[in-house]
């Protein structure tokens, strides 16, 4: 299977190799065809490699490709942890960049940067692939830094437009907040149980769960609490949550397909699958455990919120991500690590078809984005319309839809739980059930309802756009569509429930909220039906019905209402202030501290006291010195006279005796 | 073998000289360049043909030189200098072929100047004999004071008293700690000042001695100012030069002097050392981010980076002290080797930014960061490059500049939390002063009529960063080769350190 996995990972790479390359050569047929043939041999194999698992014909898969460095002792390596979680990632990362890659042929289709775009779009897949694939820290790092820099790259792929290249320096340098996190995290990890490979490091774990660290003197933690929410905050950097979510909404600015990508389906929730691969750590601390659930729920409501008053098509469905990797976070900060990868997925398929479809949207009005200037699109783009209504109702959780066999599980998971937070999160999770159907239902009808508000310009290009452009960007729409549907009702059992992921996700026995919930599952159909009985679903409704009077009955009372609410609106609207603390605060001081650094302490200290203030006192000296070398002969001849005196007075006078 | 890796780049400048004086021009640049290339290929000879696995000293050269005090022409390198002087012929052959046809004033005498001061880098690195390494250590100051003093910028001259007084200075001091050495040991063989037997007190000033030479030269805050103004003035190649090798050096006498000679000294002061790597780090840092001139920004780079290097290499005392001894202390030896490796990788790197801001002062003659903007729309291919050297230098993973400061922090968390901590903050600091560099200079609208007619990359300028990236991109993908070879060394190094009590 060795060459499957190698296979896997570098047909990408050599496509982005190539195409990056010699794009400009290939010209762009050929090159979205290498790309894309690329990533279609990386996603089959990674289906095969899935249905193997499923079938229970393949056994984890755990070696290492080749030898990085070894240093003191350490092998440090780059090597293939192949377990049913990897495979479910492959799958679900191959499968949406498959999507994407084709949309592309149409969204960019008038764009300069066409080649360097899907090249660029190889090159994410190759990385958040070792990502996903790694069996050590070194190469989860790699893979982590990787989708960094891609991300960076593709948010600013409009690099003339300032906006966009602020937004990429904005994400990179937030993401390396989290890093830092993560990075000591990972060092904590090496230091107490010396490796950087995922198994020793568990065993070790394991069987020396009690370690303390000195981090001040007199203030000791666990290690292994410490290490967790270090490695937390990396998630938190990578997985947009509070407070280091600032850079998702920014990071808009980038082409529609890698917003369904990179910031909605898979890199993302790099985090959510980090922390669910890091299991056997996070089940020995409570303490960390409820970290994740309390910034994971919180990210999910207060995220939620924003999303309401968001007029930018793109950024409503961003807090909704922000939003909804609070879920997966409150998943597994529940323990139920199954259900917050099952959410990870049925989210991918799903949130990747709305980005897609806002897309289409956009594209067909010329690159219109707000949506106050839309309206009445259904008759325009019936399949847009119709995938995205899937994939609204798959969001807020409509049963028998995917969204609602993962949330509900959140929410039923996070309810059993009995942890520091549960309640709270509870809570939050619930409400964030309307908040969530009210901000869905408020886009779809803005924009495919209602009436007309579209600018002449955009009606005329709409008309006018080629036919291939719609096919290429309508195919993925429709093949999202499907999973986004069914793909709940028919994994559920399996992934969740079942024996899917085996030893690869650990639960410690009083944890296992998912036992629990097992014994009153019986199959797709009945939990559907059981959706009733709960709250939830009233709560969508509620969503519903409040977007379908406020939007479509009775759209004149909004301004009234927002008045009324005037301090709450201006809240949301300032997204609670975080840009402003970040950077008139934070940046801004920085630099004024930089800025005395460098001119006070180098440029006056340093320079102007110690090293030119040597030279100008070596001067001064000097300058006194030579006074004294006059050049003239009865001077000097003075002074030999005055100094022959004193030697004699010295050596011949009995000068001790005058003072006898 | 390292002899004539020393005086064939020598005698190489003084017949470039020579022809220089007969034709202008080209004779004197094939000559100079096919020099380069030769002691380069020489040089690879001893990668190939080095023993791994073994820290004594290698393609020795032993000849007496002045009997009467003992001094020797005695030469040999091991897996710590074998690196430093491939990387020394590996960035001269960078060098002729950047200032090709970009040096227009005494070409043959800059190119001549250029080969001189390869030659007496290599000694630097391969000398074995104190009095011999004194006389490269100054030796090597000359051409590189006449580089900045005649190409230069317009300050040219206050920069290059600066430099020359600041190392100056330091080595005064390190010649009166060698010769206190003779007197001790009555040799003058490194070699023979390993494990001396001296008393803590004896260790410490001579200790204070050397590091006054070395932190001038690495350089350490807070005796970092010339560095800045140096590289400002200095021509292109001059930069080049002086950040990817002249920096190594002092790194370089900490691993050949300060550690083995005086282990109690280094041990009892690595507090100090340690904090001012760290103040390099976060000060230095932070100083890098409001720079206005391109090249003063990426020195202030160079100093963060090197902070790195003097943190591996004196971390490893509070090492020991957590993990019990020498024993099981893997941290203590990839502490070294992460620095060692950093000195590599920076000298890759460095050495690239330094020749990308001269691709743009070779179009635009300024250095200044707000004469530049959207310079991506006319040189696509020169941005991509840009880009990725600034990826390595803000330490990307699958670069070179991963490597080292990886394993730094890494191994510096054995030591103290917050010393990891602390050096960590470059992930934040290293981006924001790189990539906002970046995004004004690089990205953006095009910002003026000299940005709009600028012109890509030539074949020339192509081949050279080229030729960089690939070395980046190999470092970081596979460092395996280079760990390996310096590994034995370190070692054996550590248990120098250890050994005396």
Request: aromatic letters at 14%.
């Amino acid at each position: 299977m060795e060459i499957v996995y190698l296979a896997i990972t570098l047909a990408p790479l050599i496509g982005a190799a190539t195409v990056g390359l010699f794009g400009r050569r290939l010209g762009r047929q050929r090159s979205h065809r290498v790309t894309i043939a690329a990533v279609s041999l990386s996603c089959l194999l990674s289906l095969f490699v899935l249905s193997r698992f499923a079938w229970g014909e393949l056994e984890p898969y755990n070696e290492t490709v080749y030898t990085w460095a070894v240093a003191g002792g350490l092998h440090m390596e780059i090597g293939f942890l192949i377990d049913p979680l990897s495979a479910l990632m492959m799958a679900v990362v191959t499968f949406v960049s498959l999507m994407v890659h084709i949309y592309t042929i149409g969204y960019m289709h008038d764009d300069a940067g066409y080649q360097r775009f899907f090249s660029y779009i190889n090159l994410f897949t190759f990385a958040m692939l070792m990502l996903v694939m790694a069996n050590n820290f070194l190469q989860l790092f790699f893979g982590w830094e990787a989708v960094g820099l891609v991300s960076y790259l593709l948010i600013g792929f409009w690099f003339t437009r300032e906006s966009a290249v602020f937004a990429s320096l904005k994400a990179f340098l937030v993401n390396r907040i989290g890093d830092i996190g993560f990075l000591l995290g990972i060092a904590l990890l090496l230091a107490y149980f010396g490796s950087l490979d995922y198994q020793q490091v568990f065993a070790a774990a394991q069987a020396q769960p009690a370690q303390m660290i000195t981090v001040l003197p007199g203030l000791n933690w666990s290690v292994i609490t410490f290490a967790c929410i270090l490695l937390f905050v990396g998630a938190m950097g990578k997985s947009a949550q509070i407070p280091l979510h600032v850079w998702l909404p920014d990071s808009m600015e980038g082409p529609t397909p890698i917003s369904a990508l990179i910031h909605a389906a898979t890199m993302v929730t790099a985090g959510i699958f980090m922390v669910a691969r890091m299991s056997p750590l996070f089940e020995l601390s409570d303490t960390a455990l409820s970290v994740v659930l309390i910034f994971g729920a919180l990210t999910a409501f207060l995220m939620g919120l924003v999303g309401l008053v968001q007029n930018d098509i793109k950024r409503v469905i961003a807090y909704s991500t922000l939003s909804q990797l609070g879920y997966m976070f409150v998943a597994l900060g529940a323990s139920a690590y199954a259900v917050g990868i099952f959410h990870l997925m049925t989210h991918a398929f799903f949130k990747a078809l709305l980005f897609l479809a806002a897309g289409a949207v956009i594209v067909a009005l010329h690159h219109e984005q707000d949506m106050r200037k839309m309206g009445n699109l259904r008759r325009y783009l019936p399949i847009t319309h119709l995938t995205m209504l899937m994939g609204t109702l798959a969001l807020v959780a409509a049963p028998l839809f995917s969204g609602y066999y993962s949330k509900d599980l959140i929410i039923e998971a996070v309810h059993e739980a009995h942890r520091g937070g549960a309640t709270l999160a509870y809570w939050l999770v619930l409400l964030s059930v309307y908040v969530t159907a009210l901000y869905s239902f408020r886009l779809y009808f803005l924009v495919f309802w209602g009436k007309e508000r579209i600018d002449p310009h955009a009606k005329e290009h709409m008309a006018h756009l080629p036919r291939y452009v719609l096919r290429a960007m309508e195919w993925p729409l429709i093949l999202l569509a499907i999973p986004s549907v069914v793909i709940g009702y028919l994994t559920v059992e399996p992934l969740v429930f079942g024996d899917f992921f085996g030893q690869a996700l650990f639960v410690a026995e009083p944890h296992d909220v998912l036992h629990e919930m097992g014994r009153s599952f019986h199959g797709s159909w009945s939990f559907a039906l059981h959706a009733v009985a709960g709250p939830a679903l009233y709560l969508a409704l509620a969503g519903f019905l409040s977007a379908w009077f406020f939007y479509m009955v009775r759209p004149g009372l909004l301004p009234s209402i927002r008045d009324r609410f005037a301090t709450l609106y201006t809240i949301l609207a300032r997204k609670y202030g975080f840009d402003e603390l970040y950077i008139d605060g934070i940046a801004a001081s920085s630099r004024s501290v930089a800025r005395l650094l460098w001119q006070v302490g180098d440029a006056r200290l340093i320079d102007g006291m110690m090293v030119n203030g040597t030279a100008r006192t070596i001067g001064r000296f000097a300058a006194m010195i030579r006074g004294l070398q006059t050049g003239y002969l009865y001077h000097y001849a003075f002074v030999m006279i005055l100094g022959l005196l004193v030697l004699l007075t010295w050596f011949i006078g009995d000068w001790r005796g005058w003072f006898v | 073998m390292l002899s004539l890796l020393i005086w064939l780049p020598i005698l190489g400048g003084i017949l470039v000289l020579a022809a220089g004086e007969r034709s202008q021009g080209t004779t004197a640049r094939w000559l100079a360049l096919g020099t380069g290339g030769v002691v380069f290929l020489l040089s690879s000879a001893l990668y190939f043909g080095f023993e791994i696995g073994t820290p004594a000293m290698q393609f020795v050269e032993r000849l007496a030189w002045i009997p009467a005090f003992e001094v020797y022409y005695h030469l040999g390198v091991d897996g710590i200098s074998m690196p430093l002087i491939l990387l020394t012929t590996f960035a001269t052959v960078l060098v002729i072929i950047a200032g090709w046809e970009v040096i227009q004033y005494k070409q043959t005498q800059y190119l001549a100047a250029f080969l001189i001061m390869e030659g007496l880098m290599v000694g630097v690195f391969s000398a074995l004999d104190a009095i011999l390494f004194y006389v490269f250590w100054e030796a090597m100051l000359v051409p590189m004071f006449l580089i900045i003093g005649i190409w230069g910028g317009p300050n040219r001259i206050y920069a290059t008293i600066k430099f020359f007084l600041y190392t100056f200075m330091g080595s005064v001091l390190m010649l009166v700690a060698l010769i206190y050495l003779r007197y001790q040991t009555d040799s003058f063989g490194i070699l023979d000042f390993h494990g001396t037997a001296l008393a803590l007190s004896q260790q410490v000033l001579i200790f204070l001695a050397f590091l006054v030479a070395f932190a001038v030269k690495v350089p350490m805050w807070p005796v970092h100012t010339w560095l800045p103004d140096a590289h400002v003035e200095a021509p292109t190649g001059g930069s080049v030069i002086l950040a990817a090798i002249m920096l190594k050096i002092g790194a370089y006498g900490f691993l050949r002097f300060s550690l083995p000679i005086t282990p109690a000294a280094s041990m009892e002061l690595a507090w100090l050392l340690i904090a001012l790597s760290l103040i390099a780090v976060v000060y230095i840092g932070l100083v890098a981010i409001v720079q206005e001139d391109m090249k003063k920004l990426i020195a202030y780079s160079s100093v963060a980076h090197m902070g790195f290097v003097t943190l591996g290499f004196f971390a490893i005392f509070d090492i020991f002290a957590h993990t019990g001894g020498v024993e099981g202390s893997g941290g203590a030896v990839m502490a070294l080797e992460g620095g060692v490796v950093q000195m590599i990788s920076h000298g890759f790197v460095s050495g690239a930014l330094f020749l990308c801001v001269g691709v743009l002062y070779d179009r635009v003659h300024s250095r200044l960061i707000k004469d530049y903007g959207g310079v991506a729309n006319r040189m696509p291919i020169f941005a991509a490059f840009f880009v990725l050297f600034a990826m390595a230098n803000v330490g990307l993973p699958g670069t070179s500049g991963f490597v080292g400061e990886f394993m730094v922090i890494l191994a510096s968390f054995q030591a103290n939390f917050w010393y990891a901590a602390l050096a960590a903050l470059t992930l934040i600091l290293g981006a924001a002063y790189t990539l906002w560099l970046i995004k004004r200079v690089v990205y953006g609208e095009v910002a003026n009529a000299q940005v709009a007619a600028l012109t890509d990359l030539n074949a020339r300028e192509f081949i050279v960063l080229g030729v960089l990236a690939g070395a980046v991109l190999l470092l970081g993908i596979w460092p395996a080769p280079l760990i390996e070879v310096m590994e034995p060394s370190l070692q054996h190094l550590l248990q120098q350190v250890t050994a005396t009590p």
